[in-house]
Antibody, heavy 122, light 109 residues
Framework: QVQLQESGPGLVKPSQTLSLTCAVSGGSISSDDYYWSWIRQHPGKGLEWIGYIYYSGSPYYKSSLQSRLTISVDTSKSQFSLRLYSVTAADTAVYYC??????????????WGQGTLVTVSS | QSALTQEASVSGTVGQEVTLSCTGNSNNIGSYAVAWYQQISHGAPKTVMFGNSLSSGIPDRFSGSKSGTTASLTISGLQPEDEADYYCSTWDYSLSAPVFGGGTKLTVL
């Protein structure tokens, strides 16, 4: 059973960088059919895909966040990370990491982490 | 504003059959399979199904279908533990990205 676990600071100051890591266990992060994803949920709102990365290191970002976002992967540690720069209160959300399975030319999310709340506040 | 449109809320009584809908367009639902996610009490989302395939551990009272640009999740024999928020999701060809619906809050009366 694949397990994903997010970790990182729960409080970030405005204009600073939000950094989260997702540890993957129970399965290989280097598998061909999976992409490693970040999804967030603003308080009381729906799910928003942020971006994903393949184990070889090719990231894909939501266009509106692309200028502030970096997703990276460390296969030796079986983990991937998110860095969101110049955050504002609008980035306050629960951040989930998830495994995206490739089916044909689409992806869907089959395993999710528990999520971590990140609050942007001074 | 979400790319996919879902009812804000649906309710049903124990034992009833309820159907949740998810409407998109030819770039998403019209072209790709749909996944459904269950989120109980703001916990982590859980994958219910993808296309017509149930995820492991999901009871077979859950079923999915799609017609044109609308997908549906049907729950037969509604149970109290089915009370949750349900999100639909698929791929969008024009965005080259996954998209979600705004979610439906299912209340079991």
């Amino acid at each position: 059973q694949v397990q994903l676990q997010e970790s990182g600071p729960g409080l970030v100051k405005p204009s600073q960088t939000l950094s989260l890591t997702c540890a993957v266990s129970g399965g290989s992060i280097s598998s061909d059919d999976y992409y490693w994803s970040w999804i967030r949920q603003h308080p009381g709102k729906g799910l928003e895909w942020i971006g994903y990365i393949y184990y070889s290191g090719s990231p894909y970002y939501k266009s509106s966040l692309q200028s502030r976002l970096t997703i990276s992967v460390d296969t030796s540690k079986s983990q991937f990370s998110l860095r969101l720069y110049s955050v504002t209160a609008a980035d306050t959300a629960v951040y989930y990491c998830a495994r995206a399975r490739r089916v044909g030319d689409m992806l869907y999310f089959d395993y999710w982490g528990q999520g971590t709340l990140v609050t942007v506040s001074s | 504003q979400s790319a996919l449109t879902q009812e804000a809320s649906v309710s049903g009584t124990v034992g009833q059959e309820v159907t949740l809908s998810c409407t998109g367009n030819s770039n998403n639902i019209g072209s790709y399979a749909v996944a459904w996610y269950q989120q109980i009490s703001h916990g982590a989302p859980k994958t219910v199904m993808f296309g017509n395939s149930l995820s492991s551990g999901i009871p077979d009272r859950f079923s999915g279908s799609k017609s044109g640009t609308t997908a549906s999740l049907t729950i037969s024999g509604l149970q109290p533990e089915d009370e949750a928020d349900y999100y639909c999701s698929t791929w969008d060809y024009s965005l080259s990205a996954p998209v979600f619906g705004g979610g439906t809050k299912l209340t079991v009366l």
